[in-house]
């Protein structure tokens, strides 16, 4: 063939090289996004994917997953462009270079929406990904799991999709690749099923994915960790059996010492990991206790602030709910100071409420456990968060229960002296409540009483007739002579001075 037929050819094949590397080069930036939208790339990309050059395709492809992944929009218009099908056909027939192209494509639309992601599936992407994950190439594994994982993640329907192509089996067998970014990718896939329901989570049990992932819980590589800790979580959070299977491979205390890794992100999720355990039963919560895991939790709170502190403290609460001796196990461990502080010191309300919420569960079941938290000042703590007007409802809400049901159990009277004075009247009662439960047994404790001025601050309270408030104050007034109750009382200075106007009357 002569030169002069060939050479345009190979001039429009070098033109076509240029445009697509160029193209995905362009859509690296952000900046480059509209422009490139509105010169109708996605419409000159699409041919570009049949190209009889292999590299061409490929660039096309990396091209339009840029594209697609820098918005819903441009993922909208790939759909559009009748582009999935396209992909899904080459993915069973192409090189490595390409399937990894294209998986990314399909993994950039379906990120965006429940609604993409459907499309990606309709389109029949589900077997051709499956089909990846057999490859021998451990990058086309990895982009074919990443791209499952993010059709998974949107919502259970579709993530049973995934689960009946058959790819949970083959994730699991990925978990157990030799390469790191393969298992950490298989294993946030693996999350991203099991978070929906119980059944799904049971699918990834079945498949017997837990055993492998517990044994990178202390690998030194913190992202695979990451994913690892989310992923037992995520099984774990759904029923006392799914948490009963995390907890037989033997993750405790192992995965304490996640809470002390380096990296933020290995610490939470841990700490994830363990509340979803410990919010299952009694049984599985004094597991984690007898495995030093209450001490670890403390520690982890103390350490950390923000966000992250969340599951920690929320861990604590659901120790502390089941039984007074598990109660008195975070008290023993010093946990009531940091849930103290989140609860005073957080910026963000949702922490401070659940400091409130734990800090009531741990200390509503007997005297001792009140008088624990008392005695740290734990009650006007609650009270300043319930009446501050920049409090949430929610904050107030559960800062209001804690209190009632702290004070309801609290016998330690010289702490709940400051709660007279400042409590509104729907906590005032049960303060005051306590006080005429608590005096009538113990003459040494009327007496301080009278001393500290408790018993002034009672007549200074205006309690309705036929309150319950006001039987409660008649009750305390009742152990106490009636010139000692009336020298208390607010009015009694007015009524010597009337005394003395009468008695100085000719």
């Known amino acids: 063939m002569s030169r002069a037929v060939l050479q345009p050819f190979e001039e429009y094949q ?105 499309a990606v599936v309709d389109s029949g992407a589900l077997e051709a990904l499956v ?121 405790f205390p192992r995965i304490l010492n996640c809470l002390k890794d380096s990296d933020m992100h290995v610490k939470k999720n841990a700490a994830t990991c363990i509340r979803e355990i410990a919010k299952q039963n009694p049984a599985l919560a004094k597991l984690i206790v007898n495995a030093g895991g209450a001490a670890a939790i403390v520690d982890y709170i103390s350490e950390v602030k923000g966000n992250p502190r969340l599951p920690g403290i929320m861990t604590l609460g659901y120790i502390g709910a089941f039984d007074e001796s598990l109660a008195m196990g975070v008290i023993v461990s010093k946990g009531v100071p940091p849930l103290k502080d989140a609860l005073k010191n957080e910026g963000e309300d949702h922490l401070k409420a659940a400091s409130a919420w734990s800090l009531g569960q741990i200390g509503r079941h007997s005297a001792d456990h009140s008088r624990a938290l008392a005695e740290l000042d734990v009650p006007n703590c609650l009270l300043a968060a319930y009446i501050d007007d920049k409090s949430s409802e929610d904050l107030k809400t559960k800062s209001k229960r804690a209190l009632k049901s702290i004070v309801q159990m609290c016998t330690y009277l010289p702490a709940l002296e400051p709660l007279l004075q400042l409590a509104p009247p729907n906590i005032l009662k049960y303060v005051v409540s306590q006080f005429a439960k608590t005096l009538p047994h113990d003459l040494a404790a009327r007496r301080t009483f009278v001393q500290s001025g408790g018993l002034q601050k009672v007549q200074e309270i205006k309690a309705p007739p036929g309150s319950k408030l006001r039987e409660y104050k008649e009750a305390i007034n009742a152990l106490y002579p009636p010139e000692i109750v009336q020298y208390y009382s607010p009015d009694y200075a007015e009524t010597l001075l009337k005394k003395i106007d009468e008695y100085n009357q000719p």
């Open 14 to 118: 070098k033109a076509r090289v240029t445009f697509v590397q160029t193209v995905a080069e362009l859509a690296t930036r952000p900046q480059n996004i509209d422009a490139l939208q509105s010169a109708g790339v996605m419409s000159l990309l699409r041919p570009l994917l049949l190209d009889n050059v292999p590299s061409i395709q490929q660039s096309a492809a990396l091209a339009l997953g840029r594209l697609a992944n820098y918005s819903d929009d441009l993922a909208e218009q790939v759909v559009a462009h009748d582009i999935l099908p396209q992909l899904v056909l080459s993915l069973a027939e192409q090189n490595r270079f390409y399937k990894k192209a294209a998986a990314f494509v399909l993994r950039a639309v379906a990120k965006h929406s429940a609604e993409l992601a459907q």
């Open 131 to 251: 089909t990846c994950l057999e490859e021998f190439d451990p990058g086309v594994k990895e982009s074919a799991a990443w791209a499952l994982g993010y059709i998974g993640r949107h919502n259970g329907q579709l993530a049973n999709c995934v689960v009946e192509s058959g790819a949970i089996p083959l994730l699991v067998l990925c978990v157990q690749e030799p390469e790191l970014s393969l298992r950490r990718i298989a294993a946030s896939s693996l999350s991203d099923i099991a978070r929906h329901s119980a059944d799904l989570a049971q699918k990834v049990v079945d498949a017997g994915a837990v055993p492998h992932l517990s044994q990178y819980i202390n690998n030194p590589d913190a992202q695979l960790k990451r994913q690892v800790c989310s992923c037992l979580a995520q099984i774990a959070k759904h029923t006392v059996e799914l948490a009963e299977h995390v907890v037989e491979a033997e993750i």
